[in-house]
């Protein structure tokens, strides 16, 4: 199951961003055991949001799957939150633990845009 950016619609494979995407991120033990294990990035100025924003991912939410640019994205000053970038921050962040429902929120949520 793929989810598409909002900004430049590539599609990105679910499993990869939760488990495989941070793996070159520069985090420690702690940073990456939380992400393994709860899928959480941490505080828009933490740490871990600063490195992802380092290799080209911005986040809506602290979920993993709410990407709402990528490092497919052609370089662009931040521009506001689309609506549907707003809407995966929303999905993305209540239900964030169970990536099933996120990802099937997420793709209803796309498909009414
Ligand atoms: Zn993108």
Do not use: Y
């Amino acid at each position: 199951m793929d989810l598409v950016c909002p900004s430049c619609g590539e599609a990105w494979d679910v499993h990869h961003m939760r488990h495989d995407v941070w793996g070159e991120w520069d985090l420690n033990e702690l940073q990456r055991t939380e992400l393994k294990e709860n899928g959480r990035l941490g505080t828009a100025t933490g740490w871990i949001r600063r490195e992802a924003e380092r290799h080209g991912w911005v986040f809506g939410a602290e979920s993993l799957l709410s990407f709402v640019r990528c490092p497919s994205c052609p370089p662009a000053p931040a521009a506001e939150l689309s609506g549907t970038a707003l809407k995966i921050a929303i999905f993305a962040n209540a239900d964030g633990d169970d990536e099933a429902a996120v990802t099937a929120l997420l793709s209803a949520g796309l498909a009414v845009e």
